[in-house]
């Protein structure tokens, strides 16, 4: 329940003197308004245009980044398929960069272990292209009955939607060049 206001209640001559005073802050000139008024935290950050990661909606994005550090993320008002809207999972991307639950190397848990190992990129790179190699080289098919099929099936693709146009076009070059078949993006599933 609201509480019964008992105070002691305004003359007319301090009701139009209050009047007065809050005509006269709302015609101050705009250097004068603003003052008091924290800064933008964008103010003289790098803006940079973006694409979302997380669905295949693809909206645009402006990361702005100070030092080094992303400090904010908006939509981008001149992407045509946004315009300058996200949803709530793509207005909070920059937890996504700024989260102590990060994780910034590659970890690995052996067959049969576990508990997972840090491992450099470099390694990554190069186990992953040997298991490619002997996956493809263990089940490669040239054919099927009668037909050539040049493939193997035993390895998948799957892209995400942070890949733009140009990436996705050479994945699928390297996919198709390796026989793969399986070509799958994580916005269709
Ligand atoms: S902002 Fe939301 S709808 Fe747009 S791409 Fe990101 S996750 Fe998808």
Redesign the pocket.
């Known amino acids: 329940m609201r509480e019964k206001n008992d105070g002691p209640k305004p003359t007319r001559r301090q009701f139009l003197t209050g009047v007065g005073a809050a005509t006269a802050a709302s015609t101050l000139r705009p250097g004068e308004a603003r003052a008091g008024v924290p800064d933008l935290k964008t103010r003289g950050a790098t803006e940079t245009t973006t694409?979302?990661?997380?669905?295949?909606?693809?909206?645009g994005?402006v990361a702005y980044t100070k030092n080094g550090e992303l400090i904010h993320v908006e939509?981008d008002p001149l992407h045509p398929i946004?315009e300058g809207?996200?949803?709530?999972?793509?207005?909070a991307?920059s937890q996504v960069s700024n989260n102590e639950r990060r994780l910034k190397q590659v970890l690995y848990r052996a067959p049969g272990s576990s508990k997972f190992e840090p491992r450099s990129w470099e390694w990554a790179f190069e186990r992953i292209a040997e298991r490619v190699k002997e996956t493809r080289d263990a089940t490669f098919q040239r054919t099927s009955g009668k037909r050539k099929v040049n493939r193997t099936q035993a390895i998948a693709c799957l892209g995400g939607?942070a890949l733009d146009n140009e990436e996705c076009y050479l994945l699928v070059k390297l996919m198709r060049a390796l026989g793969i078949t399986y070509i799958e993006h994580q916005a269709r599933i």
């Not at 809207?85 to 207005?91: D, H, M, V």
Request: aromatic residues 4%; glycine residues 20%; positive net charge.
């Open positions: 694409v979302c990661p997380f669905c295949g909606v693809g909206c994005q939509g946004s809207t996200l949803c709530s999972k793509g207005a991307l939607s």
